[in-house]
């Protein structure tokens, strides 16, 4: 028998034997990444079903917690209730602080009444002293403006050194010659407090020859109007000239001789000649006094 000589083989064959073996290669580690990826799947499950099993404990834990604090809750308000009740029903030591304190506060509202009290007797008797104050000075008010009587006795208190008649013990006065004579007598009798006033000096000009100021204050106003300075010196000195001069005392007579049966007529005419005689006799005496002679009598 012939002996089998070893086959060469050829580039081509050598070629197709390593692309065989490679297929070999590629199709046994696909198989080995499927069996890779079947593993990883399987433990994914295995996770999901572990956290599943997980949540479930957990609810049945937070369930039995939850039971937990409701009986907790319930025995804390049975707890409560006992504390109420024996609170509701005190011992006999706090029933007697009780009473204590009820009897306290008794007495401290007593004393709070008496204070009250007491605070309105004293209040009442402030308002009291008050209204009897208003009253005396309200009397005291209309006393100074309508009692002359209390100047007069005030002014015979206190000596009259003047030797000039006090209008206030005249009681034949007006209101407006009670004021301005007033105001002349200041001058002479307290000359510290006496104050210059146009209005009281303006009636004493106008009036001094006239019925509203009686004989019996004329040396006051003699006196008063024989210290005027300027302008007025003057023309008071001119009046009495122009009196003086107007006047004559010839109608006197006429008035005396006339008979009682005398009408209306004759009667102004009397009444006008006594005024006129007034006026010739006080111009004298005011020129006089104005040109330093002597006064009136």
């Excluded at 002996?3 to 580690?29: C, D, F, L, Y």
């Excluded at 007495?107 to 309105?120: L, V, Y």
């Excluded at 008071?236 to 001789?257: D, M, N, R």
């Amino acid at each position: 028998m012939s002996k089998e000589e070893p086959s060469v083989s050829t580039p081509a064959e050598e070629h197709i034997e390593k692309r065989k073996k490679t297929k070999k290669r590629g199709s046994q580690a696909d198989k080995s990444e499927l069996r890779h990826v079947n593993t990883g799947d399987s433990e994914e499950v295995n996770t999901n079903r572990d956290s599943k099993i997980d949540g479930v404990k957990k609810k049945s834990s937070t369930k039995l917690k939850a039971n937990g604090s409701e009986e907790a809750s319930s025995h804390l308000e049975a707890k409560e209730k006992r504390s109420r009740s024996t609170a509701r029903e005190p011992s006999g030591s706090d029933t007697g602080e009780r009473e204590g304190e009820q009897s306290l506060e008794k007495e401290g509202k007593k004393e709070k009444r008496k204070r009250k009290e007491s605070e309105d007797v004293l209040q009442g008797a402030s308002t009291e002293r008050k209204k009897k104050r208003k009253r005396e000075d309200t009397e005291k008010v209309e006393g100074a403006d309508d009692a002359p009587e209390a100047q007069t006795q005030r002014s015979k208190k206190s000596k009259n050194k003047t030797g000039l008649p006090d209008p206030a013990e005249e009681a034949s006065l007006s209101a407006q010659a009670q004021k301005a004579l007033s105001y002349a007598f200041v001058q002479f009798r307290k000359p510290s407090k006496w104050k210059f006033q146009k209005a009281r000096q303006n009636w004493i000009i106008r009036n001094w020859a006239t019925e509203n100021i009686p004989d019996s204050q004329m040396p006051l106003v003699l006196r008063y109007l024989s210290n005027v300075q300027g302008n007025i010196r003057e023309n008071l000195t001119k009046t009495c000239v122009s009196i003086i001069s107007t006047e004559t005392p010839a109608g006197l007579s006429v008035v005396t001789e006339s008979n009682d049966n005398q009408n209306e007529n004759e009667m102004t005419q009397r009444t006008n000649i006594t005024a006129n005689l007034m006026k010739l006799e006080r111009a004298k005496a005011l020129l006089a006094a104005l040109e330093n002679k002597a006064g009136f009598d």
